[in-house]
């Protein structure tokens, strides 16, 4: 069954597809940090929508949409990716290298920038675990 991107059902989807794969969970056993997937409105989506992903050692313990800014700001990421819906796209259809989208700005960074590129493998990997999940684009 495809899951529609954006969607909570997606975004359930990709906790579930991390929380069970092996080469994630061993990639990323040290990274710590919640991320959040930031993507614009315009094009087909109406409003910005917002992913909230609790990443943890190698485990995805928490993912959800928010609701608004408000809500962003009192989550307090460690990270914000911000981008036209798009661009994530590209990104999920293998079109678009995660790295070379943070490098050139595709991908806006909110975070160290620097424990990003330290964890090239860990990103690879997720990005990986997400182009896997069943996706239907709008």
Known sequence: M???F???????????????????AQTAHSWEGEIVFFIEAG????????FYTD???GEC?????????????????????????????RVLKGQLDPMQA????????????GYMMRNVPTVLEFVRCAKEIDTEYI
């Open 2 to 4: 495809s899951n529609m």
């Open 6 to 24: 954006p969607s909570p059902e997606w975004l359930q989807a990709l906790k579930d597809k991390l929380n069970s794969d092996e080469k994630y």
């Open 43 to 50: 094009g087909p989506i109406a409003d910005a929508q917002i």
């Open 55 to 57: 990443l943890w050692h």
């Open 61 to 89: 313990r928490d993912a959800f949409m928010v609701a608004d800014s408000a809500q962003l700001k009192e989550l307090a990421p460690a990270y914000i990716l911000t981008a036209p819906y798009q661009t994530f796209v």
């Open 102 to 113: 943070m490098i050139t700005r595709k991908l806006k960074v909110q975070g160290s920038m």
